[in-house]
């Protein structure tokens, strides 16, 4: 998968933000029926923990996560199925993102070299793993935004933005597992 460039992210996010709401819940719908366990963790488990700093950051990330699926859906095509590719990917994929992010926090009790260690994995797999950084500088921009009318503690700032780096990068693993599997077959 290609990372986005300027005019194909505008095209993608101009799509996201035009659409009605009953075309908005037919994708959300369509989301949670394909990917029942990715929509649970990005619509339930990552909203109740930002939710234990900030509420209204919560319904915010919540917000960007149907840009994010729209973006991806806009610029890649309809999400892969849950059924068809197994549950695996997103287990695997989330595990190796947390553990690499739990290196990338500083107060955190690690063994030094193993700490480099997972550092440089996770420098290199953001360097080579077209990462979509436009959408992530939209991202940052529009919680920036946000905040600057409804301040938050930096703490939620920080935590939200991680989640949706972290959403991006499973969206990306999710379509990159797909191609792989369907060049397989």
Known sequence: MQELGDKALYQALTYAK?????????????FQLEQPAFAQTIFGVFPSVIAAQDQSLAHLFMDLCFDIICVFQHAFGPLPNQQTMGF???EKSAALIDTELQAMMSGKAMDAQFKNKLQDRFTDRLIN?????????FLDESIHDYVADYPANAEAIRLTKTMLFVVVQLFGSLYDHAETTANRH
């Open 18 to 30: 035009s659409l009605d709401e009953q075309t908005g819940r037919k994708i959300l719908e369509q």
């Open 88 to 90: 695996e990917w997103l």
């Open 129 to 137: 793993s077209n990462n979509q950084t436009g959408l992530v500088n």
